[in-house]
């Protein structure tokens, strides 16, 4: 499985930015996916994660309200929308992909997207 994260770039405080995550699967619907980020000098954490039907999902607490993940298996795509941005979210935003329940661990997801960029600008 081939993971494809875009849609990061600079926003203001307060802004708004939605990710994007394709996969190169035909087997798309059988994967839980999850989002994680990482900030210079500071471990990879986990950001959200939605069931492979979209029927689940988690939020880290600091995103919770804010941000919303959400897939369209049809398109072979999750999306994370991000709203009220604050500085403490920029980070590399990564997307991961594992087969079976939705997981919070980095150690669980066996395919990696290669990241995207999201600089919140105070």
């Known amino acids: 499985v ?4 875009s849609g990061g770039g600079l926003v203001q405080a307060g802004g708004s930015l939605r990710l994007s995550c394709a996969a190169s699967t035909h087997k798309f619907n059988l994967y839980s996916i999850g989002w994680f980020r990482q900030a210079p000098g500071k471990e990879r954490e986990f950001v959200a994660t ?3 039907r979209g029927g689940y999902t988690n939020y880290a607490d ?3 309200g804010r941000f919303t993940i959400s ?10 929308q991000m709203n009220g941005l604050k500085s403490d979210d920029s980070a590399v935003y990564y997307c991961a992909a594992r087969q079976g ?4 661990s980095t150690n669980d997801y066996d395919y990696w997207g290669q990241g995207t960029q999201v600089t919140v600008s105070s």
Not at 2 to 5: I, P, S
Not at 71 to 80: F, H, M, P
Not at 101 to 104: C, E, F, V
Request: charged share 15%; glycine share 0%.
């Open 2 to 5: 081939q993971l494809q994260a």
């Open 62 to 64: 600091s995103v919770k």
């Open 101 to 104: 329940l939705s997981m919070r």
């Open 50 to 52: 939605i069931s492979w």
């Open 71 to 80: 897939r369209d298996n049809a398109q072979n795509t999750v999306y994370l």
